[in-house]
C-alpha cells in the first residue's frame, strides 16, 4: 500500500494541477463566511497539503497553522508564500495547543477521512475538538458513502463493513512521469459524521452536500461526493447566524 508520504513525494507541485484543486477561492469564501473567520481568527488547517486553503484564509486576515503528514506538501506549502506556519504533523496526535484556535478546517480528506475506517478516524476529530477554543468552529469535509457506492468507476472497490473507497489511479508528477498509486479514502453517512462529532464533544451546526469549488449550504443529497460537517465546540456565547 502506497502512502500520502510517498504519492505528495512523488506529486509535489503537480498536485495543484488536479481540477479537484481549482475551486480553492471559492470553497476559502464559503469558510470565512460559515465560520465568521475574522481578521486576526487563529485557524488551524489539518492535512493541509500544499496549503492551498491556508494560503486563502491568511489572505483573508486570519493568523494560519497548517498541520501535514507528508513533508514534501509541507514543503510545497511553505514555498507557496509567506504568512501561515506549515508544520509536519499526524492528525491522530496535533503538534498544537489545546483551545488555542478559533477555527478548524480539515478539508478534501486532510488526514481525516485517509485514516482507514477505524478508531483512528475518532481520535483525529477528537484532537480538532481539542484544538478549539470554547465557542470555536470546525468544517471538515468528507467523502459520501452514498454518492461512492451509487458511482463506483473502474479501478475502484467499496468494502462495504469499513466504508473504505479503494482507487487505483495513476499519478503525475512535475515533469510528467506517471506513478501508480493505491487510494484508500474512508466514506461517511451524515448520521456518522454526527455521532463522531458528538462523541467528540462538538455541537453539529449542520451536515451540507458539497463538492469541490462547490461549497453551498444544500441538504444532504445523494447527487454531491462529498459532506462539509460544520460543528462547534460548545461552552462560549456563540453570535446567531
Ligand atoms: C487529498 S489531500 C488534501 C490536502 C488539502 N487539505 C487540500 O484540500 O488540498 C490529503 C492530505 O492529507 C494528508 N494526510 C494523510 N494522512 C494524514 C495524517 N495522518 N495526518 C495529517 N495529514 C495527513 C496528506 O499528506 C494530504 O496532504
Not at 52 to 63: D, E, K, M, P, Q
Not at 81 to 93: E, I, K, M, Q
Not at 96 to 106: E, K, M, P, Q, T
Request: charged share 20%.
Amino acid at each position: 500500500v502506497t502512502t500520502w508520504e510517498e504519492l505528495a513525494a512523488h506529486a509535489g507541485s503537480a498536485y495543484l494541477r488536479y481540477s479537484f484543486t481549482k475551486g480553492t477561492a471559492q470553497e476559502v469564501g464559503f469558510l470565512v463566511e460559515a465560520l465568521e473567520i475574522s481578521p486576526g481568527h487563529r485557524v488551524l488547517d489539518v492535512g493541509c497539503g500544499p496549503g492551498r486553503h491556508a494560503h486563502g484564509l491568511t489572505a483573508a486576515g486570519a493568523r494560519v497553522v497548517g498541520v501535514d503528514l507528508a513533508e514534501a506538501f509541507v514543503r510545497e506549502a511553505r514555498a507557496g508564500g509567506a504568512g501561515p506556519v506549515f508544520v509536519r504533523g499526524d492528525a491522530r496526535r496535533l503538534p498544537v495547543r489545546a483551545g488555542a484556535f478559533d477555527a478548524v478546517v480539515c478539508l478534501c480528506q486532510g488526514g481525516f477521512g485517509l485514516l482507514g475506517g477505524g478508531a483512528d478516524e475518532s481520535a483525529a476529530l477528537a484532537q480538532m475538538a481539542d484544538a478549539l477554543r470554547p465557542g470555536g468552529r470546525l468544517a471538515l469535509s468528507a467523502f459520501s458513502a452514498y454518492f461512492a457506492a451509487m458511482n463506483m468507476e473502474e479501478g475502484e472497490s467499496l468494502d462495504p463493513a469499513s466504508g473504505v473507497l479503494t482507487e487505483h489511479t495513476t499519478v503525475r508528477g512535475p515533469t510528467g512521469e506517471e506513478r501508480p498509486f493505491r487510494l484508500d479514502s474512508t466514506c461517511f453517512t451524515p448520521r456518522e459524521l454526527r455521532l463522531m462529532a458528538s462523541a467528540a464533544g462538538l455541537e453539529v451546526d449542520a451536515v451540507w452536500s458539497v463538492g469541490p469549488g462547490r461549497y453551498q449550504r444544500r441538504a444532504p443529497t445523494y447527487e454531491l461526493p462529498e459532506w462539509l460537517m460544520v460543528a462547534h465546540r460548545p461552552g462560549a456565547t456563540l453570535k446567531r447566524r
